[in-house]
């Protein structure tokens, strides 16, 4: 049994790391190497496991290694007392991930812990480390200019959105909901380390109809000069002229201007 | 056994068909909640599983190749001294604390005193240059933070290092049976081989116990919670100490998520940085699986106080 685990993770960190693009649904691009390094070596052990102990049973130990005079007087199992043979019970759990990922991969995170993590207007805290972002410069000239959305709100909250006014800008980014019917939140997830820590940058969006919820899409507008809603609600506006479908980036937590060439249909 | 494979098997199928089927039991598993709990787990795992194969590779070579007289040697002979030694040592691990648990455990096995071998445990996934590094790019421009997460982690793990020294009992650590050393039987590799195994199975079992932990904390309980405990002094230590301890980040990354959280001072954001690699629930159920479940909980708490008043003592002084 202790090699079916080994050889089912290391297969399943094959799966997502080498042969497909699966991991960033959950670690960052910069792990890969590490997770094939550790998958090849989880299938090695696997084998030599299979080979020498017996697979898929371990066959049984001829010689058992018996070392009386380690004082155990607190343990139970002294029928077999250091035979390693017997795999730790608890290594029963890493089937789950193992062949959860090999089988039914869990999404990438989307519009539910978007709209979860900025229910509450977005603070400070959505905009990143921004407190000592140096100024910006004027956007460059093309016209839309093509920004992030982490760019396009610290832009937005330098010297009220100066570099930003009545400039047209195009921005990608996954539809939320935004606990308002008559308005939608254009979001990226961003992760320091994995899917656990994420944060989300959101836009409001406002004078197109609402895409369906987690869905990808490419917007062109302009900032809206007063933001919408309540006191509490300081989070940037963009009135939106047109938007189209976008295919969803392969690293989904990867906050990027859209690709050169990108155009919007009408 | 081969049962036991087959239906956990089947489960993950019906997971994966279940996906389509547009029926109330359909719907409560394809609810999207439930698909971030999975991504959430299982993005914990895969993150952790790197660090601790270099952990459980490392503390099976300290089992089967280093000879006792290298590991006797390596430290000061008086436990008091060989605390601030071994605290000093954990640079020399890079990497997340899933690495840090088993080669703990290994070095106890092998007789290093168990204080310095906690205080090593304490110190390897706060102090090492990767984590040191990650802090300054963090927080750039404030290279007090990075000396201030240093000096209150390594002043929290020799602390705890000689706490044990005075106060702890060899009884409470409860390390399953193992065969320590050398044994003439097997050949070298064969003991390494086995003992890289058993540990990591061991350890990898345990860390699937802690991401789903923190993976249901991830998902139950709202962001917005934050911002009400952001504004009193106090308040906002104690609660990004625990919300340190549930999130359960690998120490490479708390100080990126240390850096988002800007409602809160700076001292709260080093005490979430200083408790965060050394307890949490990752680290709880490896430990609980390594020393015993007694030993974890009395452990973590203890940590969890001189952590933070370390980190306090700190931030009070430094920033």
Redesign the interface.
């Given at each position: 049994?202790?090699a079916?685990?080994?050889l089912l993770?290391g297969a399943a960190?094959l799966h997502?790391s080498l042969f497909t693009d699966l991991?960033l649904?959950?670690?960052k691009e910069d792990?890969r190497p590490?997770?094939i390094?550790?998958a090849a070596?989880?299938t090695l052990?696997g084998t030599?496991?299979a080979a020498l102990d017996g697979f898929?049973?371990t066959k049984p130990q001829a010689?058992t290694?018996q070392?009386a005079d380690?004082g155990?007087g607190?343990?139970q199992?002294q029928g077999h007392?250091?035979d390693?043979t017997r795999?730790?019970?608890?290594?029963?759990?890493?089937?789950?991930?193992a062949?959860?990922?090999?089988?039914?991969?869990?999404?990438?995170?989307?519009?539910?812990?978007a709209a979860?993590?900025?229910?509450?207007g977005g603070?400070?805290?959505t905009a990143?480390?921004g407190?000592?972002t140096p100024p910006f410069g004027p956007l460059p000239d093309e016209s839309p200019a093509r920004l992030s959305l982490t760019e396009f709100h610290l832009r937005a909250r330098q010297q009220e959105g100066r570099t930003l006014r009545s400039h047209p800008v195009r921005m990608t980014g996954l539809v939320t909901p935004s606990g308002d019917p008559r308005s939608w939140d254009l979001a990226r997830i961003v992760i320091?380390?994995?899917?656990?820590?994420s944060?989300t940058v959101t836009v409001r969006m406002n004078g197109a109809p609402t895409p369906p919820a987690?869905t990808w899409v490419t917007v062109t507008g302009t900032l809206r000069d007063n933001p919408a809603g309540g006191p509490r609600d300081n989070r940037p506006t963009l009135n939106v002229s047109s938007l189209r479908p976008t295919p969803a980036p392969p690293n989904p937590y990867m906050d990027s201007a859209p690709p050169a060439g990108s155009s919007t249909a009408g | 056994m081969a049962v036991a494979a087959g239906a956990a098997a089947v489960v993950a199928v019906m997971l994966a068909v279940v996906r389509e089927l547009p029926s109330a039991a359909g719907a409560l598993l394809t609810h999207p909640g439930f698909l971030a709990w999975q991504t959430v787990g299982v993005s914990v795992v895969v993150q952790a599983l790197p660090f601790l194969l270099l952990g459980t590779v490392l503390s099976g070579a300290i089992n089967a190749f280093v000879p006792s007289h290298v590991l006797a040697r390596s430290l000061p002979r008086r436990p008091a001294l060989a605390v601030p030694v071994a605290g000093v040592a954990g640079a020399v691990l890079p990497g997340c604390e899933c690495a840090s648990v088993p080669v703990a455990g290994s070095l106890i096995r092998r007789g290093v005193t168990s204080a310095a071998a906690l205080t090593f445990l304490l110190s390897a996934p706060a102090v090492n240059p990767v984590v040191l590094t990650a802090t300054a790019m963090a927080f750039p421009g404030r290279p007090e933070m990075v000396f201030a997460r240093f000096l209150a982690s390594l002043a929290t793990s020799m602390i705890m290092g000689w706490l044990w020294l005075r106060f702890g009992r060899a009884e409470w650590l409860r390390l399953p049976e193992r065969a320590a050393g050398q044994h003439p039987a097997r050949g070298r590799w064969a003991e390494f081989r086995l003992s890289f195994q058993h540990d990591l199975l061991h350890a990898g079992g345990f860390l699937v116990l802690g991401a789903l932990a923190a993976a249901t904390f991830n998902v139950t309980v709202p962001r917005s919670v934050l911002d009400t405990f952001a504004d009193s002094t106090w308040t906002a230590v104690v609660f990004l100490a625990l919300l340190a301890i549930v999130l359960s980040i690998c120490s490479e990354a708390d100080a990126f998520v240390a850096a988002s959280l800007t409602g809160f001072s700076p001292t709260a954001r080093l005490v979430f940085m200083v408790v965060g690699p050394m307890v949490d629930l990752k680290l709880i159920a490896l430990q609980s699986g390594t020393f015993g479940r007694a030993f974890a909980l009395r452990f973590s708490a203890a940590t969890t106080v001189t952590a933070l008043l370390c980190g306090v003592l700190t931030g009070w002084w430094l920033l």
């Open positions: 049994m202790q079916l685990v080994l993770t960190l997502i991991y649904r959950y670690v792990l590490l997770l390094i550790s070596t989880l052990l030599v496991a898929p049973f010689m290694v070392t380690t155990h607190n343990d199992r007392a250091h390693h795999a730790p019970r608890v290594a029963w759990l890493l089937f789950a991930p062949l959860l990922l090999l089988l039914a991969a869990p999404p990438p995170l989307g519009a539910y812990t979860r993590d900025s229910r509450d603070g400070a805290d990143g480390p407190e000592d320091a380390c994995c899917a656990a820590d944060r987690d | -």
